[in-house]
Each structure stands twice: as C-alpha cells, then as structure tokens.
C-alpha cells in the first residue's frame, strides 16, 4: 500500500493520485496517504477490512465511479501491493448501469 507519514500530527495527510482515462472521460482517484485496505476471501464472503483512511479511500473510489458522465465500464483494479496491503486477494470496481 502507500505508506506516507506527516512528520507531526499538524501537518495535512499525504495523497497519491492516479488518474485513468475511459472512452476520453478522465477519472482521478486518490488514496489518503494513511490508508489501509485488505481484502479477504473467506469462502463464502469477501471481507474488505479498513482503517478509517481506508474507507475514505474507498468511498471517494466508488464516488469517482458513480459520477456524472463516467461511462459504463469503468473499472478500478486494486491488487496485493497496489492499492491493497499485501496479502490481499484483488478487488474490482465496477460501473455497470446495464439492468
């Protein structure tokens, strides 16, 4: 994951920034410099586990996802190491408005 520290606690969280472009429409998601994603498989049921900066994280990714003008498609990949803690199985988000 991305591991970013302020040196004092006054100072604003760090972020890292990637922007992915589908059918010309350019979308920017950030991960809060803190966060903290982990994603199980339990057999049955996909756990994703998350500090508070992680479900921010996520949140502001799904946001992204359901904006105005995002075409059907869009996906992000988040895996083991990038984007995810190590360990993690991937996670896809999705947008699909089909029915």
Do not use: C, K
């Amino acid at each position: 994951m991305f591991s970013m520290t302020s040196e004092s606690s006054s100072a604003p969280v760090e972020s890292t920034q990637v922007t992915a472009v589908t059918d010309g429409v350019a979308q920017v998601f950030t991960w809060e410099g803190d966060a903290r994603i982990e994603v199980r498989d339990l057999g049955g049921e996909v756990v994703i586990e998350a500090n508070a900066a992680g479900l921010r994280t996520l949140a502001g990714h799904l946001l992204v996802l359901a904006g105005d003008g995002v075409p059907d498609g869009s996906h992000l990949h988040l895996e083991d190491s990038n984007g995810l803690e190590d360990g993690s199985v991937g996670l896809v988000l999705e947008r699909s408005d089909d029915e």
